[in-house]
């Protein structure tokens, strides 16, 4: 009997893109008039990385003074106060949406409208407790973030009532 051998051809040269990928990138040259944008370095080879490395410590960013970080933890407290008046839109569609009649979801649209706020107001002294600011005279204004806070979410628990009311449960 014959046997059949197979001559296997050899494989097909790789496409042009995966020959890309696997090569070292080349450098472009600079054309144009166009300055780089602020901010930009161009990447240096290892060599070059290495020698500026040595010559030249970077500069480090000098500390924010005590009144510069109670102003900026001032300003985060506030945003704090006001992130729960930026739901009050979502959640009044959310309502609006459910209808009046009890059903599963409604009901657990409801409760969660409740338990958010309550949660919230009852974790305010931890919640806050990271953006007490070290100087006394900003102290007037943080308590007026707290008020504001409690505000926001006494709002929160009067859209709840207004879908409790009318959804025929309150009296």
């Known amino acids: ?41 161009a ?10 490395s040595k010559a030249q410590p970077t500069p480090s960013r000098k500390p924010p003074t005590t009144a510069e970080m109670d102003t900026l933890k001032l300003k985060k407290a506030w945003e704090l106060a006001i992130a729960p008046a ?3 839109p979502m959640n009044a569609i959310g309502m ?12 657990m649209m409801v409760f969660m409208l409740f338990k958010t706020p309550i949660t919230a107001i009852l974790t ?20 007026l973030t707290k008020i504001v806070f409690i505000a926001m979410n006494c709002l929160a628990l009067a859209l709840g009532i207004w879908k409790v009311n009318g959804m025929g449960l309150l009296p």
């Open 1 to 41: 009997m014959a046997s059949i051998t197979s001559i296997s051809a050899p494989p097909p040269p790789p496409p042009q893109w995966v020959l890309d990928l696997n090569s070292a990138p080349t450098t472009k040259p600079k054309t144009g008039n166009f300055p780089d944008p602020p901010g930009y370095t």
């Open 124 to 143: 305010m002294q931890p919640t806050f407790a990271r953006f007490e600011p070290g100087d006394e005279s900003k102290r007037g204004s943080f308590w």
């Open 43 to 52: 990447p240096l080879s290892a060599k070059q990385s290495s020698k500026s």
């Open 86 to 88: 930026k739901q009050l």
């Open 96 to 107: 609006y949406m459910t209808g009046n009649s009890l059903q599963i979801f409604s009901i």
